[in-house]
C-alpha cells in the first residue's frame, strides 16, 4: 500500500539533489571535493565529443564551476581513486566500488565465442591474446597503436589485437590506467588495482543488495527499472526481486511520485525520505547549461516525466532531419529545465557560438533571463577556452517558447 505522496515540485528538488545540482557550483574546489561529487554520483560517464567539452568535464564544471580538466587525471592515474569500466557506458566510478564488478567480468568471459568477438579476434583467439598478454607483461602499460595490426572497417575498425586488449579489461585481466587524449592506456590490473579490492569475490546476492541500495541512494526515488539500469550491474528481474524482498522486511516503502502532467508514479524509497525531503532547500542556483550525457538526463523518459522537458540527443539523427542541432545543451534553472541551445566551441578563433536556443514552452525571454543565459555562456567560454561569445548569434537566434 501507497505510504507517502511526493509532488511534483519535490520530486524534482529531490532528484537535483541527488545529482548535485540543486546547490551553488561557485567557489573553490579540490580533487577531494571531485572524488566526493563522482562518489555522490555514483560515477561519471566518459565521451569523446568535444564539441563543447567532453562529457565528463562538462558533468563537473556544471556542478563545479572551479573544476579543472587534470582534476580527473589525478584521481584516476596518480590517485587510483577511481577505476574505469562500463556502467550504461564507459564511466570513472570509485574505486571502493571495484569487488561488484567482477560479476561483470566473469560474463564478458562467457562471451568469447559471441560472433562479434570471434570476427574481430580471428580464429586464433587464445594466441593473440595470450601475444598481448606477453607484450604488456614484457614491456608495461600499452595502447592500441604499440600493436602491428591496425584494424580497417568492421566493429569500430578494431584490429586482432585491440580486440584483445578489450577483452582483456572486459574481464578484468587488464585495467586502463590513463588516458592519452581520448586513448586508452592498458595495463595489468595487478598493477593498478588494490589488491584487496582486485581479490575481493562479493556474492551475487551481496551485489545485488548493493548495487540497488546505493542506486536508491543517489535517485532517492526510483522503479525497480530504475535501480536496475543506474550502474548496468544487475536485471531487471534481479532488481524486482530485491524490491519485493525489501518492501516485506520494511527496508524500503512504496511512493507516489507526482508527474509533470498531474499523474503519479509508483517508486521506491527508503524510508527515511519524509526526513531528507524537509532538509531540502530551495534549487534557486541560477542557470546552467547540462551536457546531453548529463546522469540528471539519461533516461529521457525520467526526464519527461518529472520535468516536463523532451530531450533527445541529435548526434546520430541525419542534419536535415534534426529538430535543434548536433550538440544540444539543456538550460536548467532552479529546478526547472527551461530551454535548450546548440552550442559549437571554436578552439582556433577561441569563439563560443549560440547555433540556436530555443525556450520551452511558457518561458518567456525577460531581460533577468537573457542575463542569467549570458553570463552562463560567458562562464562556459572561459571554461572551454573561447571566451569570445557570439552574442549576435543568440540575439538572433534566441526565440521565446
Not at 560517464?45 to 587525471?73: F, K, P
Not at 586464433?124 to 591496425?150: L, N, Q, S, T, W
Request: hydrophobic share 40%.
Amino acid at each position: 500500500m501507497t505510504r507517502l505522496e511526493i509532488s511534483n515540485e519535490t520530486a524534482r528538488r529531490l532528484f537535483l539533489d541527488r545529482h548535485a545540482l540543486s546547490e551553488s557550483p561557485e567557489g573553490p574546489v579540490t580533487e577531494k571535493d571531485v572524488h566526493a561529487l563522482i562518489h555522490k554520483l555514483g560515477f561519471v560517464q566518459l565521451d569523446s565529443v568535444n564539441t563543447v567539452e567532453r562529457a565528463h568535464h562538462m558533468i563537473m564544471y556544471s556542478r563545479r564551476s572551479g573544476y579543472r580538466r587534470e582534476m580527473l587525471h589525478t584521481l584516476h592515474h596518480d590517485n587510483r581513486d577511481l577505476f574505469e569500466h562500463w556502467t550504461h557506458d564507459a564511466s570513472l566510478i570509485p574505486m571502493e566500488f571495484y569487488p561488484h564488478w567482477h560479476h561483470r567480468f566473469a560474463a564478458a568471459r562467457a562471451r568469447l565465442d559471441h560472433p562479434r568477438w570471434a570476427s574481430r579476434i580471428g580464429p586464433d583467439a587464445d594466441k593473440v591474446i595470450a601475444r598481448v598478454r606477453r607484450h604488456i607483461r614484457k614491456h608495461g602499460p600499452a595502447m592500441a597503436r604499440d600493436f602491428e595490426d591496425k584494424g580497417g572497417g568492421g566493429w569500430w575498425g578494431w584490429g586482432p589485437s585491440k580486440t584483445a586488449l578489450e577483452y582483456l579489461w572486459r574481464t578484468g585481466e587488464l585495467a586502463i590506467c590513463h588516458r592519452d587524449g581520448f586513448e586508452k592506456v592498458y595495463d595489468l590490473a595487478s598493477s593498478v588495482i588494490p589488491d584487496e579490492l582486485r581479490k575481493a569475490r562479493p556474492t551475487r546476492k551481496q551485489t545485488i543488495d548493493w548495487a540497488a541500495r546505493a542506486a536508491l541512494t543517489r535517485l532517492g526515488i526510483a522503479t525497480h527499472q530504475e535501480l536496475a539500469a543506474f550502474f548496468a550491474l544487475i536485471s531487471i528481474a534481479e532488481a524486482k526481486a530485491w524490491a519485493t524482498a525489501a518492501l516485506k522486511r520494511g527496508d524500503v516503502i512504496e511512493v507516489a511520485i507526482g508527474s509533470h502532467d498531474g499523474s503519479a508514479k509508483t517508486s521506491l524509497a527508503f524510508p527515511v525520505i519524509e526526513g531528507d525531503i524537509a532538509t531540502l532547500n530551495a534549487s534557486d542556483t541560477g542557470l546552467r547549461f547540462l551536457s546531453p550525457f548529463d546522469p540528471a538526463i539519461r533516461d529521457r523518459k525520467r526526464t519527461e516525466r518529472l520535468f516536463g522537458f523532451d530531450y533527445t540527443i541529435e548526434i546520430f539523427v541525419p542534419e536535415k532531419k534534426r529538430k535543434y542541432g548536433y550538440y544540444v545543451l539543456p538550460m536548467l534553472q532552479g529546478d526547472s529545465f527551461i530551454g535548450r541551445a546548440d552550442i559549437k566551441a571554436h578552439r582556433a578563433d577561441g569563439r563560443l557560438e549560440v547555433k540556436g536556443l530555443w525556450l520551452e514552452q511558457g518561458v518567456k525571454l525577460t531581460k533577468a533571463r537573457r542575463q542569467e543565459i549570458e553570463f552562463a555562456l560567458h562562464k562556459l567560454g572561459k571554461f572551454t577556452g573561447t571566451p569570445t561569445i557570439d552574442v549576435a548569434a543568440f540575439q538572433r537566434h534566441a526565440t521565446d517558447g
